[in-house]
Every structure is written in structure tokens, then in C-alpha cells.
């Protein structure tokens, strides 16, 4: 298990940007997956982003253009660059670390950050 706390969420208007954090306390993070989920009240916990060990990086369709994501390892950090926030982006938005199988770039997230919450209105 690895200890994630995101931060960065917040309340902007439409159009604006946010940058999101997550922070591995107590262990590196090389070796890992880093996701990045979104949920809303009363649905379940979608993907928005993932970036393997390597670097390599998956988006879903509707962030794409808009959405980054990218990793410290130094830093035992992950990030989600957000631009153009629309206010359907709004939710909670979680990171997630786990070792995926050899064929895959991501999956297995076993550990979970708390969340932080994303508001997108004007």
C-alpha cells in the first residue's frame, strides 16, 4: 500500500485551468501506474487519465486536448494538468498507483489518494 494525498482542487469558471497533485508519502513511486478518476454523486468512479512507469500516457476522449497528465518521480509526484475546465469536469478527483500486468500500461490500482474536489461554474 502506498499513502497518496491529492491537493490543487478547487472552484473556477469555465475556461479556467486547475493543476492537480498527488504526493506518495513514505515510498517512490518508479515502478508504479499513476491514474487519475473522477467521480460523481451517485455514479460510479470514471478514469480520466493514466501514465504508465515509462511515461507513457492514456486519456479518455472527452479531456483530451484539454487534460494532462504527468509524473516526478523525484518528487514521488503525479500531476493533472487541466485546461479549458468545462463544468461537466466537475467532481471529486481521485489519483490511484498500482503495478499493472506486463501487457498493460495501467491497472491494478490498489492504493487510493482521499480525493479533491473539482468545481467547474460560474
Known amino acids: 500500500q502506498v499513502r497518496l494525498v491529492e491537493s490543487g482542487g478547487g472552484l473556477v469558471q469555465p475556461g479556467g485551468s486547475l493543476r492537480l497533485s498527488c504526493t506518495a508519502l513514505?515510498?517512490?513511486?518508479?515502478?508504479?501506474?499513476i491514474g487519475w478518476f473522477r467521480q460523481v454523486p451517485g455514479e460510479e468512479r470514471d478514469g480520466v487519465a493514466c501514465i504508465s512507469s515509462d511515461g507513457r500516457t492514456l486519456h479518455r476522449d472527452s479531456v483530451k486536448g484539454r487534460f494532462t497528465i504527468s509524473r516526478n518521480n523525484a518528487e514521488k509526484k503525479g500531476y493533472l494538468q487541466m485546461e479549458d475546465l468545462k463544468p461537466e469536469d466537475s467532481g471529486v478527483y481521485f489519483c490511484?498507483?498500482?503495478?499493472?500486468?506486463?501487457?498493460?500500461?495501467?491497472?491494478?490500482?490498489?492504493?487510493w489518494g482521499q480525493g479533491t474536489q473539482v468545481t467547474v461554474s460560474s
Open positions: 490511484a498507483v498500482g503495478l499493472p500486468p506486463p501487457t498493460a500500461m495501467c491497472g491494478n490500482f490498489s492504493s
Open positions: 513514505g515510498s517512490t513511486l518508479e515502478n508504479y501506474a
